[in-house]
């Protein structure tokens, strides 16, 4: 097992090269950050033994080109909407309040309103999907619609 100190020279070695390599391929600072960190990452969790440093260096290539690869194939398939291009997508002006307010809750709250009101899921499926217990996903819904019915009556006065 590597020692911290010998992570701390792999990641060195690295790390400069890794990101000239997913800057060319991926041209976006954010996602040159995540795949230089998934690289590393699959190493520590992997732990591959090597034949020299050139077997190294190919492998820490390999991977991490993989990762970029996978990077764009997932941007690919599924295109980010900025979220006032999304406000202006939807017709109807009680649906961009709506949205607006559901984008200001909590993670876990709009999370689980989203997927049981616009997805469908049921309850039982949201807390298997999201690692938690039915009781914990029935109050989140219930603070989330809470917030979003104190926003719309405050918005509204009703």
Known sequence: MDSEQDIREIVTKYS???????IVILCNEQDV?????????RYLEKRPQFCGEE???AWFIRVATNICRDMIRFRIRHPKIAIDELENRLVAPEQKETLKELLELPVKQKTVIYLHYV???RIKEIADIMGTTEGTVKMQLQRGKKQMRLSWEE????
């Open 119 to 121: 997805e469908g899921y």
């Open 16 to 22: 400069n090269m890794l990101y000239k390599i997913c």
């Open 33 to 41: 950050q995540d795949a230089i960190q998934d690289t590393f990452c």
């Open 155 to 158: 918005a509204y006065g009703r």
């Open 55 to 57: 077997h190294e260096k």
